[in-house]
């Protein structure tokens, strides 16, 4: 390997691979859904306003794409959940708020003052009644904020409080989230909004799964080529009794079946791939291979 080739390994970066999550968003996707969030965030806030008629706004924060499993699992064990159906899909969207800021909402529609706080409970007939008008009118801005990208109608099917119990959708199922930071008056809250993934990818365009497998075995060498990996120079092993290394104690000898004129053994992850033997690069260490072993293919 020559000093450029080494030069050009440490320079590139290797990204972890989440076999969990075998699809990621595009650049370009993203930033399509960061565009329609945002203009839904602006619409929010200003429904909210002139709904609980007390200044509001909502700013996105991230748009991801994580399984249902890994959306339900960050979020708190009670709070409030809308879930809301997408045409004739069996997944549904989640709208996701905690109940005790609803309940503050619901507070200032019937004429209540600011100051009081309320607990994480379910909401009573009259109550669930005024929050589900509130989501009537934030699914219509969702709906317009998203445009071409979701043509399927939506709308709230029902609340849930536990978001474990919450079946919106199977485990696998992958889902669009988007976070929001939705203020209130002076009180601020985490909401989320959770969408199918498969009610909006297809109108997002080819950027998951359009590349030409074709040249696959090509790119996997070529990619594999340039993954950095650890040498080691090693003698030949000594098998011994483990009764021996229990013993072990400073200035004990072991013998090595390593004869002092052989070269050490090169391996990559304990596969001995050449006989080399040390040696200096200016002021380094290095080491000369001097014969390579032959390896089935």
């Known amino acids: 390997m020559t000093p450029q080739d080494l030069r050009t390994t440490r320079e590139r970066t290797a990204e972890p691979y989440d076999f969990r999550r075998p699809t990621s968003l595009a650049r370009e996707q993203s930033r399509m859904l960061e565009l329609a969030f945002e203009t839904f965030a602006r619409a929010w806030g200003t429904q909210m306003t002139a709904r609980v008629r007390v200044l509001s706004h909502a700013t996105c924060h991230r748009v991801v794409m994580q399984s249902y499993d890994e959306y339900s699992a960050s979020l708190p064990s009670t709070t409030a959940m809308v879930l809301c159906t997408i045409g004739d899909t069996d997944a549904k969207a989640v709208v996701q708020f905690p109940a005790s800021d609803a309940l503050g909402w619901v507070h200032h529609m019937l004429g209540g003052h600011a100051g009081e706080s309320f607990p994480e409970r379910t909401f009573t007939p009259i109550e669930l009644a005024l929050v589900r008008r509130i989501m009537d009118d934030s699914l219509e801005d969702l709906q317009y904020a ?148 032959e390896s089935p293919r």
């Open 146 to 293: 998203l445009g071409a990208l979701l043509v399927a109608p939506i709308a709230v099917d029902g609340v849930q409080y536990n978001s474990q119990f919450a079946q919106a959708a199977p485990t696998t199922e992958l889902m669009i989230i988007a976070e929001f930071a939705l203020t209130v008056g002076e009180r601020e809250t985490r909401a989320t909004v959770a969408l199918p993934a498969a009610s909006l990818l297809p109108r997002l365009g080819s950027g998951l799964g359009a590349a030409s497998t074709a040249n696959a075995r090509s790119l996997v060498e070529a990619q594999v080529q340039t993954v950095p990996v650890e040498v080691s120079l090693r003698l030949a092993e000594a098998p011994i009794r483990p009764g021996v290394v229990l013993g072990l104690a400073v200035g004990d000898v072991i013998p090595l079946p390593h004869p002092e004129h052989r070269p050490l053994q090169l391996s990559v992850n304990g596969e001995v791939l050449a006989d080399a033997a040390v040696g200096t690069s200016g002021s380094r260490r290095a080491l000369v291979v001097v014969s390579m072993k």
